[in-house]
């Protein structure tokens, strides 16, 4: 590390996989494949999206009943992967931490566990997971990351908080993309178009590097383990039926610390694949040249994050419905 700065780039492959829900043992085993198809390829770290290993189901009796401990069989036959391979994966899944269930994103390296992140924002369907309570960010290499799961990336404090932390890399971790923002069944692009809306705001806002990883292909839910959308109100969104099939935007990006998307999957199609990708860590030492600002006690120089009038920000821990005109 220099100045805060990682020496060397990071190579990231986000695999937008095809997770059953509900077969661990078949996950489990794509994970495995797409680990040594990235390893061959360079690959320092391979993401999958969020909960990927147990699919993402909706009953909260079975997503209890298939999450595991940091030390159970997944995350050992992943860390013994990792350790043959020397590569670093992070994996979404349903973690047992004593007698609490999350909705986490894992990092695991060749030497174990480097840490983990729990999904904050908990609603629709994801009631079965006890919410997180911190923003955390791991070390991979010379590298700092951070994660937002899903939901938590909408927020703007999650990615600031983890930019602040000192992370380099934000990785965003999706299970979403069936229905739009009008609640309506989702053509491929659409997913992909509203998330462009504010997603380089992620990295501007922060000088960081984004990559994203969603589900991708079209999945069978035969045994009815999985609502249809989100919400779970009457009528259309009630429990999906026995095999109904569900559609996922098979979509990965990047984007750099200016806000430019710079790699991504295939819009047009959904399946299943893997996005290859290198951070430069001069491309984020550049955006990050220092600036000047006036404070009222005089000129403070630095980094965008570093000159900002905090002393301003107190209303953004108030809701907005307790905030006075």
């Known amino acids: 590390m220099v100045n805060g700065y990682p020496n060397s780039p990071l190579k990231v492959a986000a695999v937008a996989m095809r997770s059953e829900f509900g077969d661990v043992e078949h996950n489990l085993d794509g994970m495995l494949r797409w680990m040594e198809v990235a390893a061959r390829r360079g690959a320092d770290l391979v993401c999958f999206p969020e909960i990927a ?3 993402y189901c909706t009953l909260p ?8 401990t940091i030390d159970g069989p997944s995350c050992t036959a992943l860390a013994e992967k990792a350790f043959a391979l020397g590569v670093t994966v992070s994996t979404g899944m349903s973690l047992r931490e004593g007698d609490r269930v999350y909705n986490s994103q894992v990092f695991i390296g060749p030497t174990g566990l480097l840490g983990a992140q729990h999904k904050v924002h908990i609603c629709g369907n994801d009631r079965a997971y006890d919410p997180g309570s911190s923003w955390n960010v791991v070390r991979v ?5 951070g994660t ?3 939901l938590d990336a909408e927020f703007p404090e999650a990615a600031r908080i983890q930019g602040i932390k000192g992370a380099h890399l934000l990785l965003m971790s999706f299970a979403t993309g069936r229905r739009n923002s009008l609640n309506q069944a989702a053509r491929p692009e659409d997913w992909v178009k509203e998330l462009m809306y504010w997603a380089p705001a992620r990295a501007y806002d922060n000088r960081v590097f984004v990559v994203g990883v969603n589900h ?13 959308n989100p919400g779970g109100r009457p009528g259309e969104e009630e429990w999906a039926p026995p095999g109904t099939i569900h559609r996922w935007p098979g979509y990965s990006f990047a984007i750099n610390p200016l806000g430019a998307v710079f790699a991504e999957s295939d819009r047009s ?4 694949n893997m ?33 900002r009038r905090a002393d301003t920000f107190g209303d953004i821990l108030t809701r907005y ?5």
């Open 148 to 150: 937002t799961i899903c």
């Open 141 to 145: 290499g010379e590298w700092d990351i």
């Open 275 to 307: 996005l290859l990708v290198e951070l430069d860590p001069d491309v984020m030492r550049k955006a990050r040249t220092p600036i000047t600002v006036k404070w009222p006690t005089g000129e403070v120089e630095g980094h965008f994050l570093n000159v």
């Open 61 to 68: 009796t079975l997503i209890r009943g298939l999450a595991e």
């Open 53 to 55: 290993l147990q699919g």
């Open 321 to 325: 419905d307790q905030v006075e005109a």
């Open 216 to 228: 991708g292909g079209e999945v069978r839910d035969d045994r009815a383990l999985a609502v249809a």
């Open 269 to 272: 199609q959904r399946d299943e």
